[in-house]
Every structure is written in structure tokens, then in C-alpha cells.
């Protein structure tokens, strides 16, 4: 499997302030991806990166914004964190035969 | 607009048993599917990928069956465990660079 870590594991921040959670992959892939995951709505797709520096937006990006300046690095940023952004994080990466690995993800909550 | 239901959204069944997990998908025009499995508080593990061009994968007790024609897929796991309760998710990538995940089926087996 691909090395795939997450950090931090869990957050907790207050309203309004920024949050950055962090993606790193050991395997040069070009494709990684930020999902969210909430009860009653399962995951959905925040942004992805199909390259350094080339990024575009999933079905949930508003007030999200993501960098990839390396390979091996995918930076999911919270402008100004909400309470609606309370969630568990997942980082994706697309390996071999187009299959997908998933990190452990990060517990954010908003207070 | 591009979509995928699992239905059971919960079952439980005694050990021992064969069973059969459902997903349907809205669109026939697919480029792969793969199921996962989910721990309470835990990532997503990769269990089985099913290319378009395939009918069904098999990895140990699980077999993944995909029939586009008709918009489904089945994750048939025999003589269940109890380590096998967990929830099952099946996701597809629609050939659009981005998996579209189902709600999940969460699978209690009892012993």
C-alpha cells in the first residue's frame, strides 16, 4: 500500500480561526484528494490535485482552499473555521490500476 | 447528475452465514468500482477494485461482482465473522478523475 499520512490525527479550534490539515504520500502519485465525511451524507469530495501547483474543486469547497507545492505534500486550509466544518478529514491518493488508499483522517471540531 | 445508493443502510445476520451487500449506480458509463470497509472510528480500508472491463473480483472469502448494464454491484462475503461487522462502502469512479461514494451498509454479524 501507499505511505499516506495524515496529520494532525485530531484538532480542536475555535470559530474564525484558520486551520491547515496536512496530506503526505511516499509514493510520487500524481493524484490526491481531500474528502470529508459526515453522518447522513457519507464522503464527499473538497478538492483534489491532478499535479504540483494543479488543483481543482470538489462538490463541497466552499470555504476550503488547498496548495500543493510538492509531490508529496496536499495542504487542506480553513479560512475561518465554522461549525458546519466540524468533521472527520480524509486524504486519498489514486495508485495502482486507479485504486484509491486512504489515510486514518483528522477529527476537527469547531467550538 | 451522477449517483450511488446502498441499500441496506444496516444488517445484521448470524455468524456463519453468506451474505450479499448491495450497490446500485445511476450511471453505466463507469471506469471502476471499489468497495471498502470502514471501523467504527477508523479510515477506509480497500477491500476489492473492479475495472469496467471486469465481472468480478474475488480476495479470499470476499467476491465483488460488476454488472454495468444494469447499474450494480454486489460484495458477497461467505461464512461471515464476527470481525467482519463493519461498514461496507462501495464507490465509483465515474471516468470523471473523482470517486462518488454510497452511504454505506453497516454489516453487524452476530456471534
Known amino acids: 500500500d501507499a505511505g499516506i499520512t495524515q496529520s494532525p490525527r485530531h484538532k480542536v479550534t475555535e470559530t474564525g480561526t484558520p486551520v491547515t490539515l496536512r496530506c503526505h504520500q511516499t509514493?510520487?502519485?500524481?493524484?490526491m484528494y481531500w474528502y470529508r465525511q459526515d453522518p447522513g451524507h457519507g464522503l464527499r469530495l473538497i478538492h483534489y490535485?491532478?499535479?504540483?501547483?494543479?488543483?481543482d474543486k470538489g462538490e463541497v469547497s466552499d470555504g476550503y482552499s488547498v496548495s500543493r507545492s510538492k509531490t508529496e505534500d496536499f495542504l487542506l486550509t480553513l479560512e475561518s473555521a465554522t461549525s458546519s466544518q466540524t468533521s472527520v478529514y480524509f486524504c486519498a491518493i489514486r495508485g495502482q490500476g486507479d485504486g484509491y488508499t486512504f489515510g486514518s483522517g483528522t477529527r476537527l471540531t469547531v467550538v | 447528475k451522477q449517483e450511488v445508493t446502498q441499500i441496506p443502510a444496516a444488517l445484521s445476520v448470524p455468524e456463519g452465514e453468506n451474505l450479499v451487500l448491495n450497490c446500485s449506480f445511476t450511471d453505466s458509463a463507469i471506469y471502476n468500482l471499489q468497495w471498502f470497509r470502514q471501523d467504527p472510528g477508523k479510515g477506509l480500508t480497500s477491500l476489492l477494485l473492479i475495472q469496467s472491463s471486469q465481472r468480478e473480483q474475488t480476495s479470499g472469502r470476499l467476491n465483488a461482482s460488476l454488472d454495468k448494464s444494469s447499474g450494480r454491484s454486489t460484495l458477497y462475503i461467505a461464512a461471515s465473522q464476527p470481525g467482519d461487522s463493519a461498514t461496507y462502502l462501495c464507490a465509483v469512479n465515474f471516468g470523471n478523475e473523482k470517486l462518488t461514494f454510497g452511504t454505506g451498509t453497516r454489516l453487524t454479524i452476530i456471534p
Open positions: 509514493e510520487n502519485h500524481r493524484y
Open positions: 490535485s491532478y499535479g504540483v501547483k494543479d488543483t
